[in-house]
């Protein structure tokens, strides 16, 4: 039984998760500043009707939250901010109150909410402030204690976070579509490549009559150099397509162990050129797991692959699949150069090779890659030194099926 589940990039929700954040943060910075208002004497009557006034929009904000996007909910939740702050400048000192800096918060959030009003916005704010200069002379002033004047910078660290969202939002917009667009490109690739391999192998096979040995050799260069770039077409796509938000986990129960088998004996050819011992470490007993087949053993064989590439000759390699603290966990062990510990936190992303890469192949696709699919199954991808030098390659799934 398989099942197939969408897998959506959540880099897509981030602008909303920031706003989330920043609203957080402006309610805390409102604590913080009644608290030092009130212990430097502010009327209590007062600074109350400011505290209230201050986490109105950010409680609006936490309502409004997960319907942002919809014009009219845009457009209640500036209004809320742009009314908020009105309020506050009108009723500590109108035109002469450090918290007629906070009416700057309203062109800021429309600037993060993706919205094209900051211009509108900001002629509001400006009708706001002579607003609050007219309404400031029927107010009842009292003393704050300090509170505007933390608000006010408090205000101003906001709208700066507020605008810095809005930076992220078109890159990410343009990440998005980046990926999609190698995704096209790496899919029509591939139809010529295989085309290429086919006829190729019928020439190195000779399956049409005999042909030169030369021919035969490099009919076989041509099919081993299209399968490697190939591969590496085929990373990408499924990179491009993680990262698109499209790529699809198609889930199914299969013991782990066929996997493991598969890869080494696909590698074993490889391996043997190197003359590298090539083993292999698995449960006696059926490791079965819930999980989508061909990623995990695409994950395999680049980590197993990589492996072999940085382990000298007559070297060691060993592949094994257990299950630990509740997770499926594969490990890849070489006794090579092992992975620098300052590198481990960064190997793994796109086109990073680390310090080895320059002597071998590869663009740094494979880990990054390796990664991806693992984090898609709720999983991580870790480096760590081997027992006795080298490199230990682990990849920990949460997929153990239930018995």
Same mark, same amino acid.
């Given at each position: 039984?398989?099942?197939?589940?969408?897998?959506?990039?959540?880099?897509?929700?981030?602008?909303? =998760?920031?706003?989330? +954040?920043?609203?957080? *943060?402006?309610?805390?910075? @409102?604590? !913080? $500043?009644?608290? &030092?208002? /009130? #212990?430097?004497?502010?009327?209590?009557?007062?600074?109350?009707?400011?505290?209230?006034?201050?986490?109105?929009?950010?409680? =609006?904000?936490?309502? +409004?939250?997960?319907? *942002?996007?919809?014009?009219? @909910?845009? !457009? $209640?939740?500036? &209004?809320? /901010? #742009?009314?908020?702050?009105?309020?506050?400048?009108?009723?500590?000192?109108?035109?002469?109150?450090?918290?007629?800096?906070?009416?700057?918060?309203?062109?800021?959030?429309? *600037?993060?909410?993706?919205?094209?009003?900051?211009?509108?916005?900001?002629?509001?704010?400006?009708?706001?402030?002579?607003?609050?200069?007219?309404?400031?002379?029927?107010?009842?002033?009292?003393?704050?204690?300090?509170?505007?004047?933390?608000?006010?910078?408090?205000?101003?660290?906001?709208?700066?976070?507020?605008?810095?969202?809005?930076?992220?939002?078109?890159?990410?917009?343009?990440?998005?579509?980046?990926?999609?667009?190698?995704?096209?490109?790496?899919?029509?690739?591939?139809?010529?490549?295989?085309?290429?391999?086919?006829?190729?192998?019928?020439?190195?096979?000779?399956?049409?009559?005999?042909?030169?040995?030369?021919?035969?050799?490099?009919?076989?260069?041509?099919?081993?150099?299209?399968?490697?770039?190939?591969?590496?077409?085929?990373?990408?796509?499924?990179?491009?397509?993680?990262?698109?938000?499209?790529?699809?986990?198609?889930?199914?129960?299969?013991?782990?162990?066929?996997?493991?088998?598969?890869?080494?004996?696909?590698?074993?050819?490889?391996?043997?050129?190197?003359?590298?011992?090539?083993?292999?470490?698995?449960?006696?007993?059926?490791?079965?797991?819930?999980?989508?087949?061909?990623?995990?053993?695409?994950?395999?064989?680049?980590?197993?692959?990589?492996?072999?590439?940085?382990?000298?000759?007559?070297?060691?390699?060993?592949?094994?699949?257990?299950?630990?603290?509740?997770?499926?966990?594969?490990?890849?062990?070489?006794?090579?150069?092992?992975?620098?510990?300052?590198?481990?936190?960064?190997?793994?992303?796109?086109?990073?090779?680390?310090?080895?890469?320059?002597?071998?192949?590869?663009?740094?696709?494979?880990?990054?890659?390796?990664?991806?699919?693992?984090?898609?199954?709720?999983?991580?991808?870790?480096?760590?030194?081997?027992?006795?030098?080298?490199?230990?390659?682990?990849?920990?799934?949460?997929?153990?099926?239930?018995?």
């Amino acid at each position: 039984m398989s099942t197939k589940s969408a897998v959506t990039n959540p880099a897509k929700a981030a602008p909303r =998760a920031l706003l989330a +954040l920043a609203c957080w *943060l402006w309610l805390a910075g @409102v604590v !913080v $500043s009644a608290t &030092l208002a /009130w #212990l430097a004497g502010a009327e209590t009557r007062h600074l109350a009707g400011a505290v209230a006034l201050s986490l109105a929009p950010a409680l =609006a904000g936490f309502i +409004l939250l997960p319907h *942002l996007g919809k014009l009219p @909910v845009d !457009v $209640s939740f500036i &209004l809320v /901010w #742009l009314i908020a702050t009105m309020g506050l400048a009108a009723g500590s000192g109108g035109a002469t109150s450090p918290l007629a800096a906070s009416l700057i918060i309203a062109p800021a959030m429309c *600037l993060a909410l993706g919205r094209p009003w900051a211009p509108e916005a900001g002629g509001a704010a400006a009708l706001g402030f002579a607003a609050a200069a007219a309404f400031a002379a029927f107010a009842t002033k009292g003393v704050l204690g300090g509170f505007a004047e933390a608000m006010a910078a408090v205000s101003i660290a906001f709208a700066a976070g507020l605008m810095a969202i809005s930076q992220r939002a078109p890159a990410a917009a343009r990440d998005t579509e980046m990926g999609q667009r190698i995704a096209e490109v790496s899919h029509e690739l591939r139809t010529p490549l295989n085309h290429i391999l086919g006829f190729s192998e019928m020439i190195e096979r000779q399956i049409f009559g005999e042909v030169g040995a030369r021919y035969v050799e490099y009919a076989g260069l041509i099919r081993k150099s299209g399968t490697h770039l190939l591969g590496l077409v085929n990373d990408l796509l499924d990179l491009s397509k993680i990262e698109a938000g499209r790529f699809e986990l198609e889930r199914e129960t299969f013991d782990v162990r066929a996997v493991v088998e598969d890869v080494v004996r696909l590698s074993a050819d490889s391996a043997e050129k190197k003359r590298i011992a090539l083993g292999m470490v698995t449960p006696e007993q059926a490791l079965n797991v819930n999980a989508d087949a061909r990623a995990l053993k695409r994950m395999l064989i680049n980590t197993l692959g990589n492996a072999i590439k940085f382990t000298p000759e007559e070297g060691r390699v060993i592949v094994s699949a257990q299950a630990r603290d509740g997770a499926l966990v594969l490990e890849t062990i070489d006794n090579g150069p092992g992975i620098p510990e300052n590198e481990r936190e960064t190997l793994g992303q796109a086109y990073e090779r680390g310090s080895g890469g320059a002597r071998a192949e590869g663009t740094g696709l494979g880990l990054s890659l390796v990664r991806a699919l693992a984090e898609l199954h709720g999983g991580a991808l870790t480096f760590h030194e081997a027992p006795g030098g080298g490199a230990l390659v682990r990849v920990t799934l949460p997929v153990l099926a239930a018995d």
